[in-house]
């Protein structure tokens, strides 16, 4: 039996999760592409860390990629760029529809830019050097057990790591919420608490003495904590394999390529998850030899 190539399966997959999205923006749009077939496209594009010109290019000499994603005829490059420009941000962070998990984890990263230049930042422009390193902050949530992300906030760097985390809580259903000393302060407990969750975060020496009053509520469990590793592989592993540099020159852009990194992160996952259980499933048990 021949293995389907995971791109293949990828995109199979993208098309299940997209099939709400409206296909096309107007009754008078000329229907030559829909809104899932470019939607695919910016996903393989970011899957493969290409260009625009690149994933175009990888179109033309790929007929089975084609076929997957349904194109009949190959759009230009600036089609993509045009669509990439109207997406909405809503959209494609609604895409990560998950919402449920035993333990979560909070945590933030950076995400360079390439609007500058290293040479005029530094050399050409010595005279008025840059005086705080600007990147884009992704502070996220995830599913300790399946390693998928929950939800995301995406702000212009550097920022505090608390800023945003009764926010990315808000719609989430957990029993734990685990996280670093960044986020321990008495509102994100008892917040946790409010969400009958129970919290795992790292205690400041400031605030340890507080914590002892209040009994039960606020055990810390070393084995539930250590879960929070986790989310430091995903970061690891969205940068090695998506790149950890954007190209948007605006920072809606560079939201909107961040999204499509995640997103493709999860399919990329539950196509690993699914190959895994199918294998598990199909496993036989070995003979026993006396």
């Known amino acids: 039996m021949i293995k389907k190539p995971e791109l293949i399966s990828f995109i199979e997959l993208a098309k ?3 099939r709400d999205v409206r296909r096309y923006d107007s009754k008078f749009s000329n229907k030559i592409y829909d809104n899932h077939q470019k939607i695919i496209i910016l996903f393989v594009k970011e899957r493969l860390k290409l260009t625009y010109r690149g994933v175009i290019e990888l179109l033309y000499v790929s007929s089975e990629i084609c076929v997957a994603i349904g194109l009949k005829r190959i759009p230009k490059h600036s089609t993509l760029v045009k669509f990439a420009k109207r997406i909405s941000a809503f959209l494609l962070d609604s895409l990560l529809a998950i ?11 950076g995400f360079e830019t390439e609007s500058k230049s290293y040479y005029y930042q530094n050399i050409y422009n010595s ?3 840059q005086k705080t390193r600007r990147y884009d902050k992704l502070s996220i949530t995830i599913d300790t057990d399946k390693q998928l992300i929950l939800s995301q906030k995406i702000r212009r760097g550097p920022r505090n790591d608390n800023l945003d ?3 990315l809580l808000k719609e989430l259903k957990m029993r734990y919420v685990v996280a670093d000393k960044g986020y321990d302060s008495k509102a994100n407990n008892h917040f946790v608490l409010r969400k ?5 975060i790292a205690r400041k020496k400031n605030t340890r003495a507080y914590y002892e009053k209040l009994g039960k509520k ?15 592989t995903v970061f690891s592993v969205i940068k090695r394999k998506y790149g950890s540099i954007v190209r948007g020159k605006s920072f809606k852009s560079q939201e909107k390529e961040i999204l499509c990194k995640l997103n493709v992160y999860n399919l990329d996952r539950e196509v690993k998850l699914f190959s895994l259980l199918i294998v598990g499933f199909h496993q036989s048990p070995q003979p026993k030899y006396l």
């Open 16 to 18: 299940g999760k997209i």
């Open 99 to 109: 919402k449920k998990a035993e333990i979560v984890a909070v945590d933030s990263t």
């Open 127 to 129: 005279k008025d050097k």
């Open 165 to 167: 985390f009764k926010r």
């Open 196 to 200: 009958k969750a129970i919290p795992h």
């Open 218 to 232: 606020l055990i810390f469990d070393e084995d539930i904590y250590h879960q929070r590793s986790k989310v430091e």
